[in-house]
């Protein structure tokens, strides 16, 4: 599979406060997605990366908040706006990667671990 | 250590025997679902993955099984190891809506030696 990393692995910020998280791809991919994992429960879809275009949110998530940037297929960034200590999360990206050329999967990065103070 | 599944249900398994890990899904139109393992620290790797058109698929100590008729997806772990402490979502991709998958809630394994 596709080898994803984020930046940072974790931070610890301020309440009001900005913080923009990277995702790098080892190879070209069409679809890059950003979630939200919140302390103690699964993942939830924030939006859809789209290469050259704007992002594509899911309900709940707007782009005032979660500006989402992909100015190319390998990479992808995810700004946290205005942090309250609610957006305390873990943030994951994956990508659509298809392995012995079947079926498309996701696969995920590392994840950037958020403590919001 | 971070709270990945500190409020999830929980299979005590011990060492050796075989888990099984139950999810059932919410829409009846998806048709691909992929079972990922989630340690501690680390984001969900990919474990096996089903379509919709089979109702059994084997990987290594694997097993996912399919019944659409109820909406219910399991994974079976032979011979569970240590290393198998985890949490453990299903996800579904729900057809019409593309790309996108939605998760299951979760269960966490935890192996006694």
């Known amino acids: 599979s596709a080898v994803i990393s984020q930046k940072p692995s974790r931070d610890i910020c301020q309440r009001g406060t900005s913080l923009t998280i990277q995702c790098q791809v080892d190879s070209q991919v069409t679809m890059m997605f950003w979630y939200r994992q919140q302390p103690g429960q699964s993942l939830t879809l924030i939006a859809t990366?789209?290469?050259?275009?704007?992002?594509?949110?899911e309900s709940g998530f707007v782009i005032d908040k979660f500006p989402i940037s992909r100015p190319n297929l390998t990479f992808s960034t995810l700004t946290v706006s205005n942090m309250s200590p609610e957006d305390s999360s873990i943030y994951l990206c994956?990508?659509?990667?298809?392995?012995?050329?079947?079926?498309?999967?996701?696969?995920f990065g590392p994840g950037t671990r958020l403590l919001v103070l | 250590g971070e709270s990945v599944g500190l409020h999830l249900p929980t299979l005590s398994v011990q060492e050796g025997d075989n888990s099984i890990i139950n999810c059932a899904y919410s829409?009846?139109?998806?048709?691909?679902f992929i079972w990922y393992k989630q340690e501690s620290g680390k984001g969900p790797q990919f474990i096996i993955d089903i379509r919709s058109n089979m109702d059994k698929r084997q990987g290594q100590r694997v097993t996912v099984l399919l019944n659409k008729t109820v909406k219910h997806l399991s994974l079976q772990i032979a011979a569970t190891q240590p290393g198998d402490s985890a949490v453990y979502f299903c996800?579904?991709?729900?057809?019409?809506?593309?790309?996108?998958?939605?998760f299951g809630g979760g269960t966490r394994v935890l192996v006694k030696p």
């Open positions: 829409n009846s139109a998806s048709d691909y």
């Open positions: 994956s990508v659509e990667w298809a392995t012995g050329g079947t079926q498309e999967t996701q696969y």
């Open positions: 990366a789209n290469q050259g275009s704007e992002a594509t949110y």
């Open positions: 996800a579904e991709n729900m057809g019409a809506a593309g790309n996108k998958l939605t």
